[in-house]
């Protein structure tokens, strides 16, 4: 039987793709069972989307890409310009 | 390989030329392909708006600084991640103290009975309302967590990537991911239990 100490760490490694079917079921049995087991995974994934949340929020706009964009591919491809803006 | 479709634009030798040629609308399209990605992930290692627009540029003014010495192995996007993640290492580490002791290990052992079981199981939550009390502090609770692990965690749940591709990224064995992504995570979940233990 798996102990919830042990399921904590699967949780993860299941995550990476470390589990064999073996192991996979085990922890799935073990969940089936375990409230408080299940409350971890459940905060866990909720601590996911957050992330994923968090992140959508902090994208940049298009305003910034564009300008972004312009500074990389300037600096990249050896453009040049006048000092009215214009490439040389 | 996943990464090896004949659709994928970006695999071919072809693209690479182009690219060793400075060809302007080939590096247009790169850039337009995974500047966001890479700006967002700069962003989710911690980084404010002015650091994350410098690394993001440089990592492709870095990338294409040696694009004579890329072989092709690896994934052009593998390769712009890795080079962000040295990026925002040098910046974060420049910035703020980003080595801490891993206490979340001893944390995590006192959570647990010597039977194994849970010494302090985790709090009963609502769905709806856990997921506001992750709303509310996540990004401070993100402070607390390395650059290593932050990466680790954004390209898994919020890029997800395949732990190959993470792995490469980081330099990581998938071991050391599975070890990285476990304390990010259990670092999260401590850190929001102590915020919101009034009860």
Same mark, same amino acid.
């Given at each position: 039987?798996?102990? *919830? ?6 949780v993860t &490694?299941d995550l990476v ?10 922890? @799935?049995?073990?969940?089936?069972? *375990?409230?408080? *087991? @299940?409350?971890?995974v459940?905060q866990i994934k909720a601590i996911g989307r957050g992330a994923r949340r968090l992140l959508v929020?902090k994208? &940049? ?15 990249? *491809? ?11 | ?36 990605q890479?700006?967002r992930a700069?962003r989710g290692a ?14 492709? /003014? ?13 994934? /052009?996007?593998? =390769? ?7 990026? /925002? ?17 001893? /944390?995590?052992?006192? %959570? ?5 079981? =849970? ?12 997921d506001?009390?992750v709303?509310?502090?996540l990004d401070?609770c993100l402070?607390?967590v390395?650059?290593?692990q932050r990466l680790a965690f954004i390209l898994r749940e919020v890029d997800e990537l395949e732990s190959?591709e993470i792995?490469?990224t980081l ?6 991911l599975g070890?990285l992504l476990y304390r990010g995570r259990n670092k999260l979940r401590?850190?929001?239990?102590? %915020?919101?233990?009034?009860?």
């Amino acid at each position: 039987m798996l102990k *919830c100490k042990e399921v904590s760490r699967l949780v993860t &490694a299941d995550l990476v793709g470390g589990l064999g079917f073996m192991k996979k079921l085990e922890l @799935r049995m073990h969940l089936l069972m *375990c409230i408080h *087991c @299940r409350r971890y995974v459940e905060q866990i994934k909720a601590i996911g989307r957050g992330a994923r949340r968090l992140l959508v929020g902090k994208s &940049a706009d298009s305003e910034q890409l564009k300008r972004m964009e312009k500074e990389i591919v300037d600096q990249c *491809c050896g453009h040049d310009y006048g000092p009215d803006g214009s490439p040389r | 390989m996943f990464f090896t479709l004949a659709t994928d634009p970006f695999s071919g030798s072809d693209f690479l030329t182009l690219l060793r040629q400075r060809d302007e609308s080939t590096l247009q399209r790169l850039v337009q392909s995974y500047l966001p990605q890479i700006y967002r992930a700069a962003r989710g290692a911690g980084l404010n708006v002015q650091d994350a627009e410098d690394v993001a540029q440089n990592t492709f /003014v870095t990338f294409m600084e040696k694009i004579d010495t890329f072989e092709g192995r690896s994934h /052009v996007r593998t =390769w712009l991640f890795g080079i962000l993640y040295r990026k /925002v290492s040098e910046t974060r580490r420049s910035t703020q103290q980003d080595e801490r002791a891993e206490d979340i290990d001893d /944390v995590m052992e006192s %959570r647990f009975k010597t039977n194994g079981f =849970w010494a302090q199981p985790p709090r009963a939550t609502d769905g709806t309302l856990y997921d506001e009390e992750v709303r509310e502090h996540l990004d401070d609770c993100l402070d607390g967590v390395s650059t290593e692990q932050r990466l680790a965690f954004i390209l898994r749940e919020v890029d997800e990537l395949e732990s190959e591709e993470i792995c490469e990224t980081l330099s990581v064995s998938r071991s050391n991911l599975g070890v990285l992504l476990y304390r990010g995570r259990n670092k999260l979940r401590e850190c929001l239990e102590r %915020r919101n233990i009034k009860g």
